[in-house]
């Protein structure tokens, strides 16, 4: 017997007792024809790539399996005579279920199909979110903050400041002879 995938988007515009019971009907499929479920993905309600018998979305499902050639050409008349599918696809299955499994539950050990303890998963989730914080978390309070240093300003030599006071008095002075006239805006308002 080969392992093989199949997956397929149901119309989601059923109840959920409908969209099991055809779930169901394809594990049937398989199981009676002697064939073994490996594993199964129930992904859910997602949203097509493109409108597909004018549905925006889906309900998608998998099951990777073990059965021997004969289920295949059942498995796909049952998605054709069936309205309720609105994609499948079936294939060979050459990946590793491990790390599939893997990935979809973090808390699986690697090389067991067995769960781990819920005192060990809880420890190993408290750990995962403790790195999280450390991460996040601001610096703590004590710190001290780096000191700003004032600069320290120089005296100029005694050229330089004679030079820097007389253009101080040129530049005052030039400011209190360019006063400008202040304007009233009530005598233009009014001319207008």
């Given at each position: 017997m080969r392992t093989y995938e199949t997956t397929f988007i149901i119309n989601p515009q059923t109840d959920d007792a409908t969209i099991e019971r055809h779930i169901s009907d394809i594990a049937d499929i398989i199981t009676k024809n002697n064939?073994?479920?490996v594993h199964e993905d129930k992904m859910g309600t997602r949203r097509l790539a493109y409108p597909i018998q004018k549905l925006t979305q889906g309900y998608y499902a998998s099951f990777i399996f073990?059965?021997?050639?004969?289920?295949?050409?059942?498995?796909?008349?049952?998605?054709?005579?069936?309205?309720?599918?609105?994609?499948?696809?079936?294939v060979r299955f050459d990946g590793k279920l491990e790390e599939i499994i893997q990935q979809e539950n973090p808390f699986v050990k690697p090389n067991a199909n067995?769960?781990?303890s819920d005192k060990e998963a809880l420890k190993a989730k408290t750990e995962v979110e403790t790195k999280k914080e450390e991460k996040t978390s601001p610096p703590p309070e004590n710190r001290e903050e780096p000191v700003q240093e004032t600069p320290v300003v120089e005296p100029l030599p005694e050229d330089n400041q004679e030079k820097a006071e007389k253009t101080k008095e040129n530049v005052e002075e030039k400011g209190e002879s360019q006063e400008t006239p202040e304007t009233n805006y009530d005598d233009e308002e009014d001319q207008l």
């Open positions: 064939g073994k479920i073990e059965a021997p050639r004969e289920v295949l050409p059942l498995l796909d008349r049952h998605y054709k005579l069936n309205e309720m599918y609105i994609r499948n696809l079936t067995k769960f781990v």
